[in-house]
């Protein structure tokens, strides 16, 4: 039985063995999860899915994912998905990006998933010391 408030969470991130282990945990905590290995993926899938929950690298090919998370706000009907980086890109400067691309966290790799579950369970944009 899962504690998250969401069920449908959209992962993208060009690594398969990252993807594949976000997947195992995810799943074991009860989300039906949906993924990408693209910007031009993940768009598609956000805009067929419409998950509550979406998990963005930022550096991927086809399309930069801050540029997805933008397109996802502008076209999001009803409640806006909770939208988090999940990235290598740990500068303040890249942090203040992530913001201005209106995610709601952003985490630097190698991510604690529990931490991110929190996040998406409480639905909270609270800043604290590894999120916006």
């Known amino acids: 039985m899962s504690t998250a408030k969401a069920e449908r969470l ?3 991130d060009d690594d398969p063995n990252l993807v594949e282990a976000y997947v195992l945990f995810f799943e074991a905590h009860g989300y039906t999860i949906r993924t990408a ?14 998950p509550e929950a979406v998990i963005l690298d930022i550096q991927m090919p086809r399309l930069d994912d801050r540029a997805v998370a933008r397109e996802i706000r502008r076209i999001s009907v009803g409640p806006s998905p909770l939208l ?7 500068s303040p400067s890249e942090r ?5 691309a209106d995610f709601d966290h952003h985490f630097v ?6 931490v991110i579950l929190a996040a998406i369970a409480s ?6 010391g590894n999120s916006l």
Request: zero cysteines; hydrophobic letters at 50%.
């Open 10 to 12: 959209l992962i993208a």
């Open 37 to 50: 290995g693209n910007g031009v993926d993940a768009l598609a899938a956000y805009r067929a899915w419409r």
């Open 84 to 90: 988090m980086a999940v990235t290598a890109l740990s």
């Open 96 to 100: 203040v990006e992530s913001v201005e």
């Open 109 to 114: 790799k190698p991510a604690q998933l529990r």
């Open 123 to 128: 639905r909270s944009t609270v800043k604290d």
